[in-house]
């Protein structure tokens, strides 16, 4: 359980606690993600939301008040639009990071001002647009803004191993979706691009398939000599809100 991994101790200064975790605690993170996802989803304050920065806002409040009542992660503050560590130039959907304490991850030490999980969120299908990349999940022909190609890139989490993706499903199904990903990263892999392999397809995980919630993970290498990075894909079905249509 994740209480047994957390000890706290009091200590002078602004932060008055120290919460230990493991790296497998980060997983625990990821669940308590997904486990909200559908009550979000199902408030309706949401139902005539479509865009992809209100949407990650409201979110962004549901979690930060789940947090706050829960029983583990009350130590635990969620953020929109944060600035990433190592590319200050760049923002990311959403974080987690620590609220009121250090908390330290197989050594690495974390304050209210770094981020302990970095989150992107796209919508599927990706908004038209004359400068939009159908494919801007996974790539962008016309910018860096694709999901996967941020993290591969290092433009996104590049101090982290571990990062999430969240994908607001507004049209067809996850399993459509899975399958088109994979076509769009097996034409990349074969289009001279040496950057993309079979390698970053998505799979689903064990147990990762409920109504209105799927979860897929890949991995990935990196430019620049930084380590492979481990993405959890959490996809929720927001056709399946109360009164959407």
Not at 62 to 78: C, I, K, P, V
Not at 90 to 119: E, H, M, N, Q, Y
Not at 133 to 143: C, I, K, L, M
Request: with cysteine; net charge negative; aromatic share 8%.
């Amino acid at each position: 359980m994740l209480a047994n991994s957390i000890s706290s101790h009091v200590q002078t200064g602004t932060l008055n606690k120290d919460v230990h975790l493991k790296m497998a605690s980060l997983y625990e993170l990821l669940n308590f993600i997904a486990d909200e996802l559908p009550s979000w989803r199902d408030r309706p304050e949401l139902i005539n939301i479509s865009s992809e920065t209100e949407l990650t806002s409201k979110l962004c409040g549901h979690l930060n008040s789940a947090a706050r009542h829960s029983t583990g992660w009350d130590f635990l503050q969620f953020r929109s639009e944060e600035t990433d560590e190592l590319q200050k130039g760049r923002k990311i959907d959403l974080v987690a990071s620590p609220c009121d304490a250090t908390v330290w991850v197989d050594g690495r030490r974390c304050t209210d001002f770094d981020t302990l999980l970095p989150i992107e969120c796209k919508r599927l299908p990706t908004p038209k647009g004359n400068d939009r990349d159908e494919r801007e999940y996974v790539f962008s022909q016309n910018s860096s803004t694709g999901g996967i190609q941020r993290f591969k890139a290092g433009h996104h989490g590049g101090s982290h191993t571990l990062a999430a993706m969240i994908a607001y499903v507004q049209d067809e199904t996850p399993v459509i979706w899975q399958g088109r990903i994979a076509t769009w990263i097996k034409k990349l892999a074969v289009a001279s691009n040496p950057e993309w392999s079979a390698k970053d397809l998505l799979h689903i995980e064990a147990g990762g398939n409920w109504p209105g919630m799927t979860t897929y993970c890949s991995t990935h290498t990196r430019r620049n000599g930084l380590p492979d990075i481990t993405l959890r894909h959490i996809w929720v079905e927001l056709g399946l809100r109360p009164g959407s249509n």
